[in-house]
């Protein structure tokens, strides 16, 4: 909710020009937005807007803007991701345009015109883009410091790095010029993408007959049929629509799982940075079939990459440890189960005292140790699960120059 109502307001606040929301400029912004709206064949929506109080306009977005039917909802959603794609162009300054009103750009929905009055890449609904990460930029500067992370941490692990901060002299404009193209990026740049997976009903759940309640309508969009039961008893289906960044159907295997959510990520811990991916779901929803593949996947990426000429020669090593949290507490599933401590320190970083980092040169070493790892974690048959809910699995790959 926090990014929705972030974005909405970023966005009305930066038309250049624009006065603040509920000021005269508001007349403007009835028009502007009236325009992009008419641009997805979405116009009736702008409607509530004329008498609606702008500073409710974050929230008018968070509600779906007043869209009913789901086709509207779509239409909408992806009117807002377009802003996200389109917007990167939109850093130039506001000129007014001449563009009549219903204008549809070549992406079917967008007018370049209008995007111009709505900035660049304020909306961050689509938010870790792969075109994003894997860019020319990313891959020719590997070793560019990323404001992700504390700089710190890496005084002694990143040497190529310090020196290519410091630089050679005169150097100091393209620096400085490189430093504001990063963090203009890094502002248009979400760093949570949020992907669901729909696993089809097992054999169980077939021979009760039981409803499918989850229909994917497409990419970004599905829709939970949830029963329910009147007070007078009758049963009656109420129909629940959500989007999100990516909604994997049961027939997407986990190769594209991988691909949709890990590997757009692996370019980004070159660069410093920690990216994390994590299972939520209740039981039986398939966490494990979708995230036992991918350490395997990544390492094998990973390695893919540290081969190419452009980090082969900055000494990276691969480091690999695998723990569980079961019942509130830690193992260390690379040596024999060993009870860990979970601390914070002085900066603030959660250090889990005494894991065991292994180094990994090729992908039958990684796969070796997970297998070991695996049968070392609890299982029901090892231990009936306390609380069912109380089980997590950590795959921890590092990626460094050197061994601390
Ligand atoms: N996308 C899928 N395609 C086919 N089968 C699947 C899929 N997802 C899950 N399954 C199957 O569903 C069952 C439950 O999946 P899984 O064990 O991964 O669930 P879980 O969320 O990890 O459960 P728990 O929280 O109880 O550990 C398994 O038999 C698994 O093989």
Redesign the pocket.
């Known amino acids: 909710m926090q990014q929705g109502n972030a974005t909405a307001a970023a966005l009305y606040d930066h038309r250049p020009g624009s006065a603040a929301p509920g000021s005269g400029g508001a007349d403007a912004g009835d028009a502007v937005m009236a325009r992009w709206l008419q641009s997805a064949g979405l116009q009736h929506l702008a409607s509530p807007l004329v008498s609606a109080d702008h500073r409710a306009l974050p929230n008018l977005l968070m509600q779906g803007y007043g869209a009913q039917s789901a086709e509207e909802k779509q239409k909408l959603f992806r009117l807002l991701r377009n802003l996200n794609f389109n917007g990167e162009s939109g850093s130039e300054s506001y000129t007014p345009t001449s563009q009549s009103f219903g204008a549809v750009g070549a992406d079917g929905f967008y007018s370049p015109d209008l995007r111009g009055e709505f900035g660049a890449g304020l909306l961050d609904l689509h938010s870790v883009d792969d075109t994003e990460l894997l860019s020319e930029h990313v891959m020719s500067e590997p070793f560019e410091p990323s404001p992700f992370m504390p700089d710190r941490g890496f005084d002694n692990d990143f040497d190529v790095i310090s020196s290519r901060q410091q630089g050679p002299a005169g150097s100091n404009l393209g620096a400085a010029a490189n430093e504001k193209e990063s963090s203009a990026k890094e502002s248009n740049l979400a760093k949570i993408k949020v992907v669901v997976?729909k696993?089809?009903l097992?054999k169980k759940e077939m021979s009760r007959k039981e409803d499918d309640i989850v229909t994917v309508h497409n990419s970004a969009y599905l829709s939970v049929h949830e029963p329910k039961l009147k007070v007078d008893l009758t049963a009656y289906v109420e129909k629940h629509e959500f989007c999100f960044d990516a909604v994997l159907d049961?027939s997407v295997t986990n190769d594209e799982v991988y691909r949709e959510t890990v590997e757009p990520i692996i370019p980004t811990i070159f660069q410093q940075t920690k990216a994390t991916c994590f299972a939520y779901?209740q039981?039986?929803?398939?966490?494990?079939?979708?995230m036992q593949p991918l350490p395997i996947r990544a390492a094998e990426h990973i390695m893919r990459l540290l081969r190419q000429p452009v980090y082969c020669n900055q000494k990276f090593k691969l480091w690999l440890s695998y723990f569980e949290i079961y019942g509130g507490k830690l193992f260390d599933l690379l040596s024999d189960r060993r009870k860990l401590c979970m601390r914070e320190d002085g900066r603030q970083q959660v250090c889990i005292v005494g894991l065991q980092e292994f180094e990994v040169s090729d992908v039958q070493i990684v796969k070796e140790f997970i297998e070991k790892g695996n049968s070392a974690r609890s299982t029901v048959l090892q231990e009936p699960m306390r609380n069912?809910l109380d089980h997590m699995l950590f795959y921890n790959l590092s990626l460094r120059s050197r061994k601390r």
């Open positions: 997976r696993r089809p097992n049961e779901g039981t039986g929803s398939g966490k494990t079939y979708t069912h």
